[in-house]
T-cell receptor, first 113, second 111 residues
Framework: DAGITQSPRHKVTETGTPVTLRCHQT?????MYWYRQDPGHGLRLIHY???????DKGEVSDGYSVSRSKTEDFLLTLESATSSQTSVYFC????????????FGDGTRLSIL | DAKTTQPPSMDCAEGRAANLPCNHS???????VYWYRQIHSQGPQYIIH???NNETNEMASLIITEDRKSSTLILPHATLRDTAVYYC????????????FGTGTRLLVSP
């Protein structure tokens, strides 16, 4: 299994509170990604990173920010959580070689009441 | 990235080969075919990928047609634990390489 740890695995919080999800890798891979998965939408890319302090937006980035201060950690922050951000969040990592696959973590189930 | 088409569901008897088709008729020359699966609420699991040659690993085989417009994922001896949603994804080898997951094929392996 790829060395990816997502924390927390489950979280319940209230609307308006800040939430930070963590993705930690032990593979020293260059690329890291955050996706969300919702019924009827499949996986959608939120943000990605192509190196330390190098990040960019995906297709559903509104309401989310990310940071990558170390190769091994990629943080996803919801500054003020809303009920529409209730979802399962997956982190993925990929080596720098162009055709290498992404490998996914086990996900974080986030419920915002 | 090219669009893929997969049947919504398939059944397979335990111990038999499961052959999952994927159509990607608009694939371009530098795009690879990737297969992932997702078991219940777990994270997507990478299975195999290829460009134009057939590929085999410990999990599965990937057969890509000569014109590259379709491919087949083969699980040689399906087990109950192979019950999952299988996704065929076509992706280029440049840029940040977002994966676009369609609706996939729900494979049910029965005793």
């Amino acid at each position: 299994d790829a060395g990816i740890t997502q924390s927390p695995r489950h979280k319940v919080t209230e609307t308006g509170t800040p939430v930070t999800l963590r993705c930690h890798q032990t593979e020293n891979h260059r690329y890291m990604y955050w996706y969300r998965q919702d019924p009827g939408h499949g996986l959608r890319l939120i943000h990605y990173s192509y190196g330390v302090k190098d990040t960019d937006k995906g297709e559903v980035s509104d309401g989310y920010s990310v940071s990558r201060s170390k190769t091994e950690d990629f943080l996803l922050t919801l500054e003020s959580a809303t009920s529409s951000q209730t979802s399962v969040y997956f982190c993925a990592i990929r080596q720098g070689n162009s055709n290498q696959p992404q490998h996914f973590g086990d996900g974080t189930r986030l419920s915002i009441l | 990235d090219a669009k893929t088409t997969q049947p919504p569901s398939m059944d397979c008897a335990e111990g038999r080969a499961a052959n999952l088709p994927c159509n990607h008729s608009t694939i371009s020359g530098n795009e690879y075919v990737y297969w992932y699966r997702q078991i219940h609420s777990q994270g997507p699991q990478y299975i195999i990928h290829g460009l134009k040659n057939n590929e085999t690993n410990e999990m599965a085989s990937l057969i890509i047609t000569e014109d590259r417009k379709s491919s087949t994922l083969i699980l040689p001896h399906a087990t109950l634990r192979d019950t999952a949603v299988y996704y065929c994804i076509v992706r280029g080898n440049t840029g940040f390489q977002k994966l676009v997951f369609g609706t996939g094929t729900r494979l049910l392996v029965s005793p």
